[in-house]
């Protein structure tokens, strides 16, 4: 059983600073790819950043240089660092898990099988 618990977002002011984690609880190896993604309203799920077994990240274009996704030495907990926040920034953001150590080949939503429940990150102008 896997279950992926989020925490950190909250409002703030657009050029502002959150940062999202993922506590993750697994009963067996922590060392696959996660990823976080998030929600407008309205839309699909997209990907905005995941990070291989191997520690190697990938980003969404539109937030590029301002995001920074990485992981606690002990496996257990994934982060979201978010500078330079915008207003294009708000929505849902989840946290997301896969059963392998590379993450496939497009980020996204069907291709990870667990997930968190959601936090709200809202930024205001």
């Known amino acids: 059983q896997v279950q992926l618990v989020e925490s950190g977002g909250g409002s703030v002011q657009a050029g502002g600073s959150l940062k999202l984690s993922c506590v993750v609880s697994r009963s067996s190896n922590n060392n696959f790819c996660m990823g976080w993604f998030r929600q407008f309203p309205g839309k699909e799920r997209e990907g905005v950043a995941d990070l291989t077994g191997f520690g190697t990240a990938r980003y969404a274009d539109s937030v590029k240089g301002r995001f920074t996704i990485a992981k606690d030495n002990a496996l257990t907990t994934l982060y979201l660092q978010m500078n330079s926040l915008k207003p294009d920034d708000t929505a849902m953001y989840y946290c997301?898990?896969?059963?392998?150590?590379?993450?496939?080949?497009?980020?996204?939503?069907?291709?990870?099988?667990?997930w968190g429940q959601g936090i709200q990150v809202t930024v205001s102008s």
């Open positions: 997301a898990s896969t059963r392998a150590v590379l993450c496939p080949a497009r980020m996204t939503e069907g291709n990870y099988y667990y």
